[in-house]
């Protein structure tokens, strides 16, 4: 059986692969059928997304994505099913299928596809994420795998041109299942209203929010790592990409004690995660007159934590201090209180050391700040759940490290509802995973990211990362901080914005994503940047609207290297994708796949080598654009869907790479390649027997002819 979405429809005439290779595809693909079919099953939204994906009607050569009249989710999953129909492999599929039999590539793109396969169970005791192991399955599939995979998050009103999503912990909660491969029967329902009609019923509400995931995360350790141990490897792979014999040897025990803790079982971390997180969905409703409530004196043992007039505090056995705010600009030690409610007033609250277990914040209104200490800052779950919920406010969040939606054996969740927000952190922050999760949701506002490394929606190892911007006219940047691993000048290291990453060769990396639903954005990236893996890790960076600036440096823009899978998806809109080194713009390197899609508008890509479709060193690369007058610039000839050097793993496999670019609709075009416009140009040199490792093959630059034009071959 093929490992591609076409095989299981036409098994008969596909060419069937051959040895351990064939078991080892056959068995992931039954692993990946049978769990997403459960999934599936439960999940409605992923089973109305699955449906449009298989089912969508046969689109015309000139595809047009029309976005404004319609909800983004659907022009989402729209763009997704084109692309994955596009790059179909199969015999009779619509576009590419038919032209690997014309132009004798069917066989080289298997060699590679079982190169991949090969792959499959080569993970740190073959773990890995659920969507990982489909991609590396099906690789020429990834738009549908991340249409899939992120449904949970994009759900909308039908009769509507707006999104109707689940609450934020839902969302989390769903997406942590979709990842796993868990059915959402242990998630906790809807939880209601919590009237907070006065100060006790503000210290109730936030009891109610903290015991039960103190309850979830209490027997999840079998045996629990200790908290240093913990983020000893955030600073490692800040300092080591790829883990030094030394390094890997002496952290291998915690990475087994890791390995076994991470998982959807009955005492599972991930399965504790989600159960927290769909806890914690429940509607907050203050009906009380703050003003008209007399601040009260507080206990002696937590009165020098708290400045400025408060309500109300208790200490809840098995949940901490609760402190209730007032009105007025109160300071808060949140090393010292489990959690706040605070009805008002410009706050501050503030980390200085490790919080260990559970927290929640929720603050009613105020321009606040939140500041992180070295070790650890808002919204940084480390054996437990750490919630933030900011009502309204332009609001500022800070943290040198494991600060902002963050989580390591635990979960970081931070929601802010409303304000032009700042956010500023250094590594694992904004939105990052460590065997944990971290969501940030920001509703409405224009807002600046900006980071240092390992942030803006990163799964580290086993992790799960997201970063939600739901609107605004926003900037990420993650640049300037750290030197390049290269050695390059002027050129620093990100691994951020929508990225997972492994701790090669200890553990496979996790899922990151960065989504952001509309405004005119910039995405200013460092090395290894935006929608991107690296060592079993799945990265996806997702734009449904606006006239948008990608740049980025090595590795950018739809990437991978070392068995992972990298995904860049823009709905619509006049972008622009520059990239001022290498490998960027649906580029893959060693047994890996990558895509970079635009679903409409005029766009303009400029990048180096290995760029626009290209793999190299056995790994499979797209980029789509489905729409638009087009501009595609390169400076090597290794780009614009042709491959490059192939010698990592040749002698074993005898194969090559893949590589494709795909241009459709009616638009004119310039490549600064050779190419044949409105037509299909087979790149790299003349197949022949003696032809060395590092030749560029194999690939396909097609430039889709107008409905009405047949399309041109050379």
Request: contains cysteine; charged residues 15%.
């Amino acid at each position: 059986m093929c490992c591609f979405s076409g095989a299981a429809r036409h098994p008969h005439k596909v060419a069937v692969f051959r040895g351990n290779y064939a078991l080892d595809v056959m068995n992931c693909r039954a692993h990946f059928v049978w769990l997403f079919a459960v999934m599936n099953a439960l999940t409605l939204c992923g089973v109305a997304l699955l449906s449009a994906c298989k089912s969508a009607p046969t689109v015309p050569r000139a595809t047009t994505i029309d976005t404004g009249s319609e909800p983004t989710d659907r022009a989402f999953t729209r763009t997704c099913a084109t692309a994955t129909q596009l790059l179909d492999p199969a015999p009779n599929a619509q576009l590419l299928g038919p032209l690997l039999d014309t132009h004798h590539l069917r066989t080289p793109l298997e060699l590679v596809a079982n190169d991949l396969a090969h792959f499959c169970h080569r993970a740190p005791q073959n773990l890995m994420t659920l969507p990982m192991r489909a991609a590396i399955v099906r690789p020429l599939a990834l738009a549908e795998i991340a249409a899939t995979t992120v449904a949970p998050l994009i759900t909308a009103d039908s009769e509507t041109t707006l999104i109707a999503r689940a609450s934020p912990a839902r969302q989390g909660a769903q997406f942590v299942c979709n990842v796993f491969g868990a059915p959402l029967e242990p998630l906790a329902p809807y939880q209601g209203t919590l009237p907070i009609k006065d100060p006790q019923g503000a210290i109730f509400a936030l009891d109610f929010l903290l015991n039960q995931p103190r309850l979830h995360f209490e027997p999840a350790f079998v045996d629990r790592p200790t908290a240093s141990e913990s983020l000893e490897l955030l600073t490692v792979l800040v300092n080591e990409l790829s883990l030094s014999t030394a390094t890997a040897q002496r952290l291998a025990g915690f990475a087994e004690r890791a390995r076994r803790e991470i998982d959807m079982s009955e005492r599972g971390v991930m399965r504790a995660v989600a159960r927290s997180l769909s806890h914690i969905d429940a509607e907050i409703s203050s009906t009380c007159d703050w003003a008209s409530v007399a601040p009260e004196p507080l206990a002696l043992e937590i009165a020098s934590a708290v400045t400025g007039a408060a309500l109300a505090a208790e200490n809840v056995p098995g949940v901490g201090w609760i402190v209730v705010g007032s009105l007025a600009d109160n300071t808060y030690d949140m090393q010292r209180i489990a959690a706040v409610f605070d009805p008002g007033g410009d706050d501050t609250y503030t980390w200085s050391a490790l919080y260990i277990g559970n927290q929640a914040i929720l603050d009613r209104g105020g321009n606040d700040r939140y500041i992180g200490g070295e070790q650890q800052g808002p919204a940084a779950g480390l054996f437990g759940l750490s919630l933030i919920d900011d009502a309204s406010g332009d609001d500022q969040y800070w943290g040198p490290s494991f600060a902002c939606a963050a989580g390591v054996f635990g979960v970081g969740i931070l929601i802010d509802r409303a304000g032009n927000d700042r956010y500023a952190t250094g590594a694992w922050s904004l939105g990052a995973g460590i065997f944990g999760a971290g969501f940030l949701f920001d509703q409405s506002g224009n807002d600046s990211y900006q980071s240092a490394a390992f942030s803006q929606g990163v799964g580290g190892p086993l992790g799960i990362g997201v970063l939600a911007d739901h609107a605004g006219n926003d900037l990420y940047r993650a640049d300037g901080v750290i030197p390049s691993v290269y050695g390059d000048a002027a050129v620093s290291f990100a691994m951020s914005q929508g990225v997972g990453v492994g701790a090669r060769p200890l553990c496979a990396g996790g899922v990151g994503l960065l989504i952001d639903d509309a405004g005119n954005d910039r995405y200013e990236g460092g090395e290894f940047s935006q929608g991107g893996g690296y060592y079993y890790g799945l990265g996806m960076l997702i734009d449904h609207l606006g006239s948008d600036l990608y740049r980025g440096d090595h590795y950018a823009q739809g990437f991978t290297a070392h068995q992972a899978a990298g995904v860049l998806i823009d709905v619509a809109g006049d972008d622009c994708y520059w990239s001022t080194t290498s490998a960027s713009q649906g580029a893959a390197w060693d047994t890996s796949t990558s895509l970079c899609l635009d679903g409409s508008g005029n766009d303009t890509y400029r990048g180096g080598a290995l760029a626009q479709g290209s793999a190299a060193e056995q790994a499979i690369a797209a980029l789509v654009d489905l729409d638009g007058s087009d501009h595609y610039v390169a400076s090597h000839s290794s780009a614009q869907g042709e491959s490059s050097d192939n010698a990592y793993h040749f002698a074993r496999s005898g194969a090559r790479s893949f590589s494709v670019l795909v241009d459709a609709g009616d638009g004119v075009d310039f490549f600064s390649a050779p190419r044949t416009l409105h037509g299909v140009t087979v790149t790299g040199p003349a197949v022949r027997a003696d032809l060395p490792a590092a030749a560029p093959l194999f690939g396909l630059a097609i430039d889709v002819a107008p409905a009405k034009s047949p399309p041109h071959s050379r």
